[in-house]
């Protein structure tokens, strides 16, 4: 057979397969399809697969190619794929839709041909058996409509006459036939192969969502939440929020009393983002609890130890920033220590408003041995300490704009007003309106304490 020849009956198989496999596509996206993939069927799902592959199969003899006394055809690419995709009820049963027609049509060889889909629906059907009801691949499924193709041309052999005939017309349709069967499937087997990478990706998104989902209840439930939080002392008033950018973050903030009078408060930012800053800040907030005791040791010290203990196997290299402070509610007496945070903002009973002017040292896990120096304010009755991370000041609109530390301090203004609720409340709604709906590009975390009288004193 000359390539001319060749070509003139591959090109309308060709199309034909494609038009199968369109439609093919789109039965992918139906609900009956998620079914067959979930490989939880009943009857009432086989059947409508046995009448779409048997129409498939008719299809194919009704578009194949007549030539030389017998049909051209790809028909058996219905029965073939029913069977890879559901089983060999569904493969026999689009064969015999598939085969039943063509055999009606008469004609030299319409034994073989009405004999081949039925084949071709059960080794379809076997092969998803064989494969545990798992697709076959692109590969092997080509490989395999190959061999249902030259077993087409076995039986157009071995049961059409004249012989003669049969052999002319297996000489001018067996490389056609081949080809446009074997593309066909193999166009199909890459749609196939596509959507299970689809679903598993689909799949694998919705563990790990449901995963870090979990992460981020058991990181929330690490922060304090109840507020306030002494309620039988009526000295100071705090309030604390925590946003994270991701489904979990590395911002931290925690506080609780380090023994008689004295109140420890922190706020941190862990470098990096999602599910190892998480870790790192849960680590941290753990570190900075088992040290604290006993406080005598001095804040400085303390901070000196965690720090340590933190750079220890550090092989990530992560590190935090933080600011410290342990509160004399007696007095209003704060020592701190700052690790390479943002200044904390101070709101005065009168209305005044500044960020302090605070030394910061090296953020925590970066250099063992350091030594971490203390500082000294002093609350009056009225003042309000304001921690924040730079979620706070370098959150962006969707102009990339930032909000500035003049903007933090303009909400700020008049806040001694506020309690220490609505001062986080305030400046988180701020944040949230500059930002406009732009995705926050880090956690956002609050911590305001405010010193309402001291002990003795209104």
Partial sequence: MDMQSIISTLVPLINSAAVIVVIAYFLTRSPLFNRVLERNMTWRDRI????????????????????????????????????????????????????????????????????????????????????????????????????????????????????????????????????ANALGIGVYGIIMTNLLKERALEKAKLMMEGELGAAREIQMSLVPKTFPPAPARDEFSLYATLEPARVVGGDLYDFYFAGGNRFFFMIGDVSGKGIPAALFMAVTRTVMKTRMQPVDRGLGRIISDVNRTLCEGNDASMFVTAFCGLLDITTGEVTYVNAGHNPPALVKADGAVALLSVTAHVPLGIVEGMAYGEGTLHLDSGDTLVLYTDGVTEATNREKAFFTEKRFLEVLEGAQRLSAQGIVEKTIAAVHAFAAGASPADDITLLTLRMEKHAGRP
């Fill in 48 to 179: 409508p697969l046995i009448l779409i592959f048997g129409l498939f199969s008719i299809y194919g003899t009704l578009a194949g190619f007549p030539i030389l006394g017998g049909i051209a055809s790809i028909r058996d690419l219905g029965p073939t794929v029913a069977g890879l995709l559901a089983g060999p009820a569904v493969g026999l049963g689009a064969g015999l839709i598939g085969g039943a027609h063509r055999y009606l049509q008469g004609g030299f060889t319409a034994a073989a041909c009405g004999i081949a889909p039925v084949a071709a629906g059960l080794a379809g059907g076997l092969l998803y058996l064989l494969k545990r009801k798992q697709f076959l691949g692109i590969g092997k499924a080509v490989l395999l409509m190959i061999g249902v193709e030259l077993f087409h041309m076995v039986l157009a052999l071995a049961l059409s006459r004249p012989w003669e005939q049969a052999v002319a017309l297996v000489e001018s349709t067996i490389l056609p036939m081949v080809a």
